[in-house]
């Protein structure tokens, strides 16, 4: 009896035929670093690795508002690739992450597809921008440097004597008359 059930379950189940693309991403993670209120863009390239074209949709997980994609939504034939823009804003201070999923759907209905996805990990490093804030202070140093110098050459060229000659002339003045 369980032998006739195990033979009509597998004649049932043999049929059936399943398939799941298969996909690849180059780079394994991304670091990206962008100065406060500033875009910085990175490639991300999606592989078709399986025999049979595939739709896929690519995503962040999270910080939707800092994370625009491009494209989001595309086709590849077999064995095809394309090159994905990933563009941060940089809108707090800070460390943060998050991944970006890159889900593809098979196009062959006569068969089951099961989605393949991958997950890849998107760090963001959002620094101020010490150049802006530092400017000031170097143009202030170096016109506080320029004043300086010219007050130095004009007292050696115009100036007074030094202490030590004026005394040395006092005292000799004084002793001669």
């Keep these: 009896m369980q032998r006739i059930f195990l033979a009509l379950l597998f004649i049932l189940l043999a049929p059936v035929a399943a398939g799941a693309v298969g996909i690849g991403v180059r780079p394994s993670d991304l670091n990206i670093n962008v100065s406060l ?17 595939a739709v896929f949709d690519v995503y962040s997980d999270e910080l939707n508002s800092w994370i625009t994609i491009a494209p989001n939504n595309f086709r590849l034939e077999a064995e095809e690739t394309k090159v ?10 800070g460390r943060t992450a998050t ?43 170096s016109i506080g440097a320029v004043f300086v110098c010219l007050v130095s050459w004009f007292m050696l060229k115009f100036g007074r004597k030094p202490w030590y000659k004026r005394f040395y002339e006092k005292l000799r003045n004084m002793l001669i008359d």
Excluded at 84 to 93: D, L
Excluded at 120 to 125: C, E, G, H
């Design 37 to 53: 209120n500033q875009q910085k863009t990175a490639d991300l390239i999606v592989y078709n690795l399986s025999a049979e074209p």
């Design 84 to 93: 994905i823009k990933i563009t941060v804003n940089g809108k707090e201070a």
């Design 99 to 141: 991944n970006i999923s890159v889900v593809a759907k098979g196009l062959n209905k006569r068969l089951f597809n099961a989605d393949s996805g991958i997950k890849v990990p998107l760090k963001i490093n959002v620094t101020k921008n010490v150049a802006s804030l530092s400017r000031p202070v170097v143009i202030l140093l």
